[in-house]
């Protein structure tokens, strides 16, 4: 059965890898045999991390690049692809909420979340896709969110941007699945991390949510990578657009 979860030999690009969940998941791939690319924007942040992972014997690089960056995205895609011979992992989860009421958000605000959780998503998982349908076999895995199934005040676009996200992975789903491609998508619920670390800080927040998640607690990184790693691995070879909920069971309880 562990030979299920066992990635060697694979290459696996991540973004959005340099903190929080993009991390935890990065470490989960790496700790269970694959070379992992790690992406962000900040080269040095993403040097630090592939150090420790390298320290611990596990065989990851960094590489910074803009997921927004139509150019630099093609780019990384093609060097992964030649430096490496194969790219058998995407994880799309670069990601970015803008905070504030739908009556006061501005065009552009609007359009930078979607650029960034949506657009930017298609472009990698079309590039990736194409080099993954080439060779038989791929895995495209989506970070989106409860959001995009629930919504809250407050973060219109970052639902409706999540919202498409799980849209496109059952289009990617049937798109590259014929070629062996399996796109999937997990929709984390409240997780601490950096990005949530003021509404963790919350008190009245924090009481709300643990009131809300029948587990009773926020979830931690690396339940999320651990979720990653079975969409990942031969574990999940006969799971095509699904939508992994890991929210503790929020979405179910009234």
Do not use: C
Not at 20 to 44: F, K, M, P
Not at 231 to 242: F, R, W
């Amino acid at each position: 059965m562990s030979k299920l979860f066992s990635l060697e030999g694979r290459v696996a690009l991540v973004t959005g890898a340099s903190r929080g969940l993009g991390w935890a998941i990065a470490e989960a791939l790496a700790e269970h045999g694959a070379h992992v690319v790690l992406s962000s924007r900040d080269q040095a942040a993403l040097e630090k991390r592939a150090a420790e992972l390298d320290k611990r014997g596990l065989s990851a690089q960094a590489r910074a690049f803009d997921a927004a960056d139509r150019a630099a995205g093609a780019e990384a895609v093609a060097a992964v692809q030649a430096e490496h011979g194969r790219l058998d992992i995407l994880v799309n989860n670069a990601g970015m909420v803008h905070r504030g009421p739908i009556a006061e958000l501005a065009d552009e605000d609007w359009d930078r979340v979607i650029e960034v959780n949506l657009t930017a998503v298609m472009r990698l998982s079309r590039d990736a896709g194409r080099q993954m349908a080439a060779r038989g076999h791929g895995r495209i895995i989506n970070t989106a969110s409860i959001m995009g199934l629930v919504a809250r005040p407050g973060v219109a676009s970052y639902v409706a941007s999540k919202g498409g996200l799980v849209a496109l992975t059952r289009a990617l789903a049937v798109e590259f699945g014929p070629q062996g491609v399996n796109s999937n998508a997990i929709a984390p619920g409240y997780i601490v991390s950096d990005m949530t670390a003021d509404l963790h800080n919350d008190p009245e927040f924090d009481s709300f949510v643990r009131g809300r998640t029948p587990l009773g607690r926020w979830g931690e990184a690396k339940e999320i990578g651990a979720v990653a790693l079975f969409l990942a691995s031969d574990a999940s070879s006969y799971v095509n657009g699904h939508l992994l909920v890991a929210d503790g069971g929020l979405t179910v309880s009234l």
